[in-house]
């Protein structure tokens, strides 16, 4: 039997996931910011043409994010020669995160559009 207890956390757990979903395109350069007022979304990056070993940064304001907040990231989709691309946060504070993407291989360049996933928890 499921406690009262146990129902108002699940349902307060499934309410930070089931918050609005968009998306946002980014433009110019894989460095320029972006704008997207929800709690999860995806955002389509410029081609990076990200460098092997090298690693670029972006903010993404957001009016949902608040200091404190734990931002989870992840690469969805990109070219194959994205494989060694890993997205993370560096920064969270009030109205916006910052995310890196990090060229893991050391020879090989990163080519082409890569969707980035991010969840506000």
Same mark, same amino acid.
């Given at each position: 039997m499921v406690s009262e207890l146990g129902v108002r956390n699940l349902a307060v757990e499934n309410k930070?996931?089931? *918050?609005?979903? *968009? /998306? %946002?395109?980014?433009? @110019?350069?894989? /460095?320029? *910011?972006? @704008?997207?007022?929800?709690?999860? *979304?995806?955002? @389509?990056t410029f081609d990076p043409a990200l460098a092997a070993a090298a690693e670029q940064e972006f903010v993404v304001t957001n009016s949902e994010c608040h200091a404190g907040? %734990?931002?989870? %990231?992840s690469v969805a989709s990109g070219p194959s020669d994205s494989e060694h691309v890993m997205a993370f946060v560096s920064a969270v504070s009030e109205g916006s995160f910052s995310i890196v993407l990090s060229n893991l291989a050391t020879t090989n360049q990163a080519d082409g559009a890569m969707v980035i996933n991010f969840a506000i928890i």
């Open positions: 930070l996931f089931l *918050g609005s979903w *968009g /998306t %946002v395109t980014q433009i @110019t350069s894989i /460095t320029t *910011g972006v @704008t997207l007022n929800t709690k999860r *979304g995806a955002i @389509t907040d %734990v931002v989870v %990231v």
